[in-house]
């Protein structure tokens, strides 16, 4: 039988990668502000150049955040079942979703300012709708084979939730989780598109 804590230790693993919201935003959108972006487009960067560098970083991060909410979790008593080279396949998908997220959301702030007030919603709608805070009902849509899509998959850190309940729970392998992996890769590279296209109509100049 699993307490009520070690059952909420997934959603709290995958609420310390969110936070990656405001430091990968936040990078995007202070080297607009500093004037950087027209160096870069000077020199023939290309958006998706930068932003891979920018996501490596971010994925460092997140990976260390995990580790870190991940030991403190142990040292208060939790235990897992399942594989930690899985738990951190998930983070790492976890995380390029939450750069890629992160991108789309930059697109939309002109401030560092705007980040830290307008910003909160986006972070509030990923916390709670993706069951970051509270288990919600499912709101079904429609079937995809045995799978019923619900509302809330539309989010990527929803997979990343329920594959993490599924393998640091019960001990799932990859072969439980593959379409909680496979809607992550599907979801983040959406993202990423749709990102980087209004990133770039919106803030790197045009040069030459």
């Not at 979703?97 to 939309?108: D, H, I, T, W």
């Amino acid at each position: 039988s699993l307490t009520e804590f070690e059952l909420y230790v997934p959603a709290l693993l995958v609420l310390s990668l969110m936070m990656l919201m405001f430091t990968a935003a936040g990078a995007l959108i202070r080297e607009k502000d500093k004037g950087t972006l027209i160096r870069l487009r000077l020199s023939r960067l290309t958006a998706g150049e930068w932003l891979a560098a920018v996501s490596g970083t971010q994925l460092l991060m997140g990976l260390l955040a995990l580790g870190l909410t991940y030991l403190t979790a142990m040292a208060v008593g939790y235990r897992s079942q399942g594989s930690l080279p899985i738990l951190l396949l998930v983070g790492a998908l976890t995380s390029l979703s939450m750069m890629a997220f992160s991108v789309l959301v930059a697109a939309f702030l002109r401030t560092i300012f705007d980040l830290v007030t307008v910003g909160c919603f986006p972070f509030f709608v990923l916390m709670f709708f993706s069951g970051g805070m509270l288990p919600l009902p499912g709101v079904p849509l429609f079937t995809l084979g045995a799978h019923t899509v619900e509302l809330n998959e539309i989010l990527p850190t929803t997979h990343g939730i329920t594959a993490l309940q599924k393998v640091l729970s019960y001990g799932t392998g990859m072969a439980g989780i593959a379409y909680e992996l496979a809607a992550m890769v599907l979801l983040t590279t959406l993202l990423f598109a749709l990102g980087t296209w209004a990133f770039t109509r919106r803030h790197l100049p045009r040069v030459g």
